[in-house]
């Protein structure tokens, strides 16, 4: 997918050319939204999804569909990425229940490409939505867990990297539970893998539940 590589000066001048839009008339937003996200440029892309996340989402149902719809298309990690950040914002804020269904509904779909979806979009509610999430993320979470995909065990450790920097007592306990349970061939390797990333104390509690588990 091509980039315009548009001058960052020129991305601010459009975006406040356009937030007054967003506030005074949201529901005109959404076709520009559309027209921007089906051009096939990172640019226009990523404008698209910072517009989306600021549209009110009272009732959320117009953003979540376009979600629903942007998400089966995407293909390339940086787009994914940025429509994570950006295009989930105003949900994350102001209908918290509503976007955890919107990720469980990708985490538990069959097609691979809509569960790394998933996985990519708890980064930024593990890194703003604080310790209330926790339980959500972490049932979400369990499956994958236990039996890791091979093309998403990279996106898979991107988010236990992240629980352990901001969890990282609830996140060893729940790895140490996961390698308790049955049928879960892959837990042990998914520890080792993000072991270096807690501190000391949990790493050390790691460490004896898999000595343990041999």
Same mark, same amino acid.
């Given at each position: 997918?091509?980039?315009?590589?548009?001058?960052?000066?020129?991305?601010?001048?459009?975006?406040?050319?356009?937030?007054?839009?967003?506030?005074?008339?949201?529901?005109?937003? &959404? #076709?520009?939204?559309?027209?921007?996200? @089906? =051009?096939?440029?990172?640019?226009?892309?990523? /404008?698209?999804?910072?517009? $989306?996340?600021?549209?009110?989402?009272?009732?959320?149902?117009?953003?979540?569909?376009?979600?629903?719809?942007?998400?089966?298309?995407?293909?390339?990690?940086?787009?994914?990425?940025?429509?994570?950040?950006?295009?989930?914002?105003?949900?994350?804020?102001?209908?918290?229940?509503?976007?955890?269904?919107?990720?469980?509904?990708?985490?538990?779909?069959?097609?691979?490409?809509?569960?790394?979806?998933?996985?990519?979009?708890? &980064? #930024?509610?593990?890194?703003?939505?604080? @310790? =209330?999430?926790?339980?959500?993320?972490?049932? /979400?979470?369990?499956?994958? $867990?236990?039996?890791?995909?091979?093309?998403?065990?990279?996106?898979?450790?991107?988010?236990?990297?992240?629980?352990?920097?901001?969890?990282?007592?609830?996140?060893?306990?729940?790895?140490?539970?996961?390698?308790?349970?049955?049928?879960?061939?892959?837990?042990?390797?998914?520890?080792?893998?993000?072991?270096?990333?807690?501190?000391?104390?949990?790493?050390?509690?790691?460490?004896?539940?898999?000595?343990?588990?041999?």
């Amino acid at each position: 997918m091509g980039a315009y590589n548009t001058p960052a000066p020129v991305i601010r001048q459009v975006w406040h050319a356009l937030t007054p839009l967003i506030q005074s008339q949201p529901v005109e937003v &959404l #076709p520009l939204c559309d027209a921007l996200w @089906a =051009e096939p440029n990172f640019d226009l892309k990523l /404008l698209a999804a910072r517009l $989306l996340g600021r549209v009110p989402v009272h009732p959320p149902d117009l953003v979540i569909d376009r979600l629903q719809s942007w998400v089966p298309q995407l293909v390339e990690k940086r787009v994914l990425d940025g429509l994570c950040e950006f295009g989930l914002l105003r949900l994350q804020q102001d209908a918290p229940g509503k976007l955890l269904e919107l990720v469980s509904s990708w985490m538990v779909s069959t097609d691979l490409s809509t569960q790394r979806a998933g996985l990519r979009a708890l &980064l #930024p509610i593990i890194n703003h939505s604080g @310790a =209330e999430s926790l339980p959500s993320i972490f049932r /979400l979470l369990t499956p994958y $867990l236990r039996l890791a995909p091979s093309r998403l065990r990279p996106d898979i450790r991107t988010v236990l990297t992240a629980l352990a920097h901001t969890s990282p007592s609830e996140t060893a306990y729940i790895l140490r539970q996961n390698l308790s349970a049955p049928n879960n061939p892959d837990t042990p390797w998914l520890i080792r893998q993000v072991m270096d990333e807690f501190p000391e104390d949990a790493r050390t509690g790691l460490r004896a539940a898999l000595k343990e588990k041999k």
